[in-house]
Structure formats: C-alpha cells, structure tokens
C-alpha cells in the first residue's frame, strides 16, 4: 500500500431526542478516519497523481470500509458519505485524488448493495480540524430525511505531511424529518405550474 497509515480513529453518536422529542427510533452515525502520510507532499507540484491513486486507493478504502462495517452491519447503514481533509503542505486535489476515486469509493457501495454516489466534502485543515461527512440514504439520493452530516475531529491531524480518510454511515436519517423529498416538490411544482396555466 502506499498510503503509511499513522492512525484510525472511530467516531460514534447515537442520538435519541431532537426538538425536545424522542424518536420511534434512536439513530446511530458512525465514522471511521484513517491518518495517512500524504505521498505527494514536499514533492513540490506533482503533474501526475494516478501512481499512487493507482497503487494505494483500492487498499486504503478496502481497509476503511471493513473497519465501519466492524463498528455499524452493512444490513443497517441506511445513509452514507466521505470526507478528506489534507494538511498544510498538501493540496484540496491530494485529498481529492484519494477519495474520488471508483478504486476507494467502489469498495464500501459494493459492501452496502448502494446505488446513489457518495456524497463528500474534501478541504484543508489543521490538527484538530472538523472533519465533516454529508451523507444520504444509499438506495436515493431524493430522499432529504436521510441528508445528515456526522462530524468528528482528531486533536493531532491532520499534520502538515498528512491527509484523514473518512466515511460515514448512518442507521437512519434525521429523527422527525418534515420537509419531504425531491420528488414531493417536483410534483407540487407541475401541479403549480399546470394551475398557472389553466389560468
């Protein structure tokens, strides 16, 4: 593999009442971040980055994906996403160059039988960092009740020569989701527009 792994680090919240309101159900977010050397750094600017996607990605995101399926079942995640955040020294498309990627992101859609893409954040950040994953339900990407973001940090990454690695699950969406979905609003737009001219 060649992304050096410092360390993994494991996030997890269950939350039970929102609004003042207890859920049917409480909902779990999970997230899981590898700490990685980031192979292009002090390399000054690097044309091409796809040796190390090539040689490294497919590794790293097999290795990410068993360590959450460990934490949270594949038949219970109902919501999931990605995050990179680089260091100082790195470059947004070093973190990006890891993350999408179908050699890192292929491995955890395959395990969870998804078929929307994987929402993402990716940015630069200090030690200590909020490391933010946006996340939405796996089979549809219409549905706005499972738009949920799971945010962590790690008090000493990423360092200025690191980069974090992170997904994210879900085993529900938000607790009382009441603004609908995408598809509810499309139809309430043709219903308007058809009224409008009718008129």
Known sequence: MSFEIRKIATFRETTYIEGGK??????????????????????????DLSPEIRSGCSELGELIVKHILDEIGSEQIEAYGKAAVVGAEGEIEHASAIIHTLRFGNHY????????????????GAPGSSIQIPMMHKDDEGF?????????????????????VALGASDGGRLHPRIGNRYQDLKELAE????????
């Not at 308007?192 to 008129?199: D, K, M, P, T, V």
């Open 22 to 47: 207890a859920g049917d159900k409480p909902v779990t977010m999970v997230g899981v971040a590898a700490v990685v050397t980031n192979p292009w750094s002090g390399r000054g600017f690097v044309e």
């Open 192 to 199: 308007e527009a058809e009224q409008a001219g009718n008129q």
């Open 109 to 124: 859609r395959e395990a969870v039988g998804a078929k929307s893409y994987l929402s993402f954040t990716n940015k630069r």
């Open 144 to 164: 706005r009740s499972h738009y949920i973001t799971l945010e962590m940090r790690i008090e000493d990454a990423p360092r200025a020569n690191e980069i974090v």
